[in-house]
């Protein structure tokens, strides 16, 4: 049966308002809602294919929690390691601390109320449990709603276990799916015989459903009572309706054509959904040509093996888990799984090279939604290379190639899961090679933006080391180039611009030119304007600016807009300052880059107490607050980062006083990220409405010289109320 799948999130959460058009279960449904009204732990259990993950999330449209329904997809998730990224992945949740997802997790959740939907966790049952109970105990506001094949087994779980459909609900189903063929059902003799003999498992069911563009009724009838006897066999203690289950997937196998069967088990290799590109690559050859996985994937799609989805990256397939594990047993009795792996691994080794090149182009969104969507199969891939003898290599090359994803698209925390994985492996035996090489700084980069800065450093000597020692000019600038950044937010500013001048000479040298490379010059820019030098520091920046939008790059632009946004501010061109920190903070936000949202955010704050709205100002300092715990270390534990913040918060405590700051603050720090971002952007005023003059602010007595660092003793003490 079709599971309902998590698609794009709604306000309320990220299950779908309305899952396919459900048949029957009118007393599950009611005892599933008694159940979550009575306990913060419900467990639907029954066999594969009876329908569970549907009936859970009809139920859970229902259910009405303030924060929301957040289904949790466990199937295509192999390594236990990775059940935490997985909840804060479909939780929307962005962290770039060095945190663990675990401590991610709790803070988001401690003060929300809301339903998670865990589906598909019988292959991670001691993980999930050990998770759900640490939920659970230090959630007060959490319920979770537990989908699999067994329980969790933890204290105070219910548990509602589904049973097949009755035969009346069966026949509806029947009904229903045959019209979605274009067959309209009559009083066809053998039809209530035909759902007996599938004992209301609603997945058998849909796939003899599947049939009936090719025979009628009674013929599959006759074809499944000879099945049914041939296939019935096997284990002896297997329940009944895991016999007839598998006998009807058996069944629904005999029926295809030698290519279809043959389709049926590589598309097993594929994590969640696949595009019908990587299904011609991987699958295509040795007696099923490219040419002709089309045709192939037709049949399978109107026989109910794969199911169709309209996604934001286009239409994409997948296998319902009971299908894709019967067909991987297939695959290995074949003795072809491991070349099909092999194949996966390429195409997404493929996948992940174009990606990182089109991210410097206009296609950056594009490529930014794209790995989004490919996530579990890219996962799949690291485990792959990560887990197999002499695959360690490419294993880094993947990692490292995917530096973009990791660093602006908010996954920082599971990016540095597989870089510390990959540059561990065989470091005697490629300490020169030029993937780990590249999985070091990236390692570097991503542990600098977390604010963990001895591991950052560690990652970076080691790899300007073995690339001196490899005369690796490439590696020797992007160690460099993060060194540099590493300087920066650590306020060793002239260091910083010593290292970073050198690595964008090394850059040209070598040609080198990318968002990284531009990213250098706008750290270059930020070292000139915290040395006072706020005219070469437009000029860097204005380059930058121009060179993305020649080549429609939107991520590295929208840091260059922040630091001549904080130039416009410093020279009192606030109208100027808010247009650029407004473009800044939609491409930022945009990209789930967390730390380019709340920089633009403390810097709009700022701004808007210029002004004269210091209410409104003191409101972004709490929401920037807010965010920071998910950023890492508030504004790197800088000093020059941070004097924008200190200036602000002096003049919006001049202005309101004490109490009434605090109190600003506190209602801006109960703004969730979507919230804030969108009170950040919503405050464009005209320019009769400022109340400062337009005069440069950095020459009055209140300014902060932005050339010395500030201190701060409740900020260095890692105490904030802004």
């Known amino acids: 049966m079709r599971a309902s799948q998590g698609g794009d999130a709604t306000a309320d959460g990220n299950l779908p308002l309305e899952p396919d058009r459900f048949v029957g279960r009118s007393a599950e449904l009611t005892e599933l809602a008694r159940a979550l009204d009575a306990s913060r732990l419900v467990t639907v259990t029954g066999p594969g294919g009876v329908g569970k993950s549907r009936l859970a999330a009809h139920a859970a449209t229902r259910s009405a929690p303030p924060d929301g329904v957040w289904r949790v997809e466990l199937a295509p998730v192999r390594d236990p390691e990775l059940v935490d990224f997985a909840v804060v992945e479909a939780l929307g949740l962005t962290d770039h601390t060095a945190r663990l997802p675990r401590e991610a997790l709790l803070g988001h959740l401690a003060e929300r109320q809301l339903l998670l939907v865990l589906d598909g966790f019988e292959h991670l049952v001691e993980v999930c449990a050990e998770l759900v109970a640490e939920l659970l105990g230090r959630v007060p506001g959490l319920r979770v709603l537990a989908v699999g094949r067994r329980p969790l087994e933890l204290a105070g779980e219910r548990i509602v276990a589904v049973a097949p459909l009755d035969e009346d609900e069966a026949l509806e189903l029947f009904a229903d799916r045959a019209a979605q063929q274009g067959v309209i059902l009559g009083d066809e003799p053998g039809v209530r015989e035909l759902c007996r003999r599938l004992d209301g498992i609603p997945l058998a069911v849909e796939l003899a459903a599947g049939r009936l563009r090719a025979l009628a009724p009674g013929e599959l009838l006759a074809r499944f009572d000879d099945r049914f006897r041939l296939l019935a066999g096997g284990r002896r203690d297997a329940l009944p309706r895991h016999q007839t289950l598998r006998t009807a997937i058996g069944w629904s196998h005999e029926l295809c054509t030698p290519e279809e069967r043959l389709l049926w088990a590589r598309l097993s290799v594929f994590a969640g959904r696949f595009d019908l590109e990587a299904a011609e690559y991987v699958c295509g050859g040795d ?16 026989q109910s093996v794969v199911v169709r989805d309209e996604t934001p990256t286009g239409v994409r397939y997948r296998m319902l888990d009971t299908i894709r594990a019967y067909g991987a047993d297939w695959l290995e009795a074949t003795g072809d799984a491991p070349r099909l792996r092999r194949r996966h691994r390429d195409w997404y080794l493929g996948l992940a090279t174009w990606c990182e090149l089109d991210w410097f182009s206009p296609r950056q969104g594009e490529v930014a939604a794209r790995v989004e969507a490919e996530l579990p199969n890219l996962r799949a891939a690291l485990e792959y290379c990560l887990t197999e003898p002499d695959e360690t290599h490419l294993g880094q090359y993947l990692a490292g190639s995917l530096w973009f994803y990791w660093a602006g698209c908010g996954r920082l925390a599971e990016g540095r899961h597989w870089l510390e994985q990959a540059v561990q492996l065989d470091a005697e035996d490629t300490a020169n090679d030029q993937s780990r090489l590249k999985a070091l700084w990236v390692l570097g980069y991503v542990a600098i933006l977390q604010g963990d800065t001895v591991p950052a450093l560690a990652a970076l000597q080691e790899c300007r080391e073995e690339a001196d020692h490899a005369a690796n000019p490439t590696a020797v600038a992007y160690a460099e180039h993060r060194t540099g950044c590493l300087a920066l937010v650590t306020d060793d500013v002239a260091r910083a611009e010593t290292l970073l001048r050198s690595a964008l000479d090394r850059y040209q040298q070598i040609g080198e030119l990318n968002s990284n490379v531009l990213m250098g010059q706008v750290e270059l820019a930020m070292t000139r304007a915290f040395q006072g030098d706020l005219a070469d520091a437009v000029k ?149 409405t400022l109340q400062s003059p337009r005069v440069p602010l950095r020459r009055t007595a209140a300014i902060v010289d932005m050339r010395k660092p500030a201190t701060s003793p409740t900020w260095k003490g890692g105490e904030t109320t802004g």
């Open 287 to 302: 007696g099923l040509t490219s040419d002709g996985v089309l045709d192939v994937l037709s049949e399978l799609l109107a």
């Open 540 to 688: 860097l920046c204005e380059d930058v600016r121009q060179v993305c939008e020649d080549h429609g790059e939107r991520w590295t632009r929208a840091y260059a807009l922040y630091v001549l946004a904080y130039v416009a501010w410093s020279d009192g061109e606030l109208v100027l300052a808010r247009d650029l920190l407004a473009d800044c903070l939609g491409s930022a936000h945009g990209f789930r880059d967390l730390l380019g949202s709340v920089l633009a955010v403390e810097l709009l704050a700022l701004v808007t107490v210029a002004e004269g709205d210091a209410a409104e100002a003191a409101l972004l300092q709490g929401a920037a607050a807010g965010m920071w715990p998910s950023v890492g270390l508030p504004l790197f534990g800088s000093a020059y980062y941070n004097a924008p913040h200190e200036l602000c918060e002096a003049m919006a405590r001049e202005r309101l006083g004490d109490a009434r700051y605090d109190e600003c603050v506190r209602e801006g720090a109960r703004l969730g990220r979507e919230a804030a971002v969108a009170r950040a952007l919503g405050q464009e005023r005209s320019p009769g």
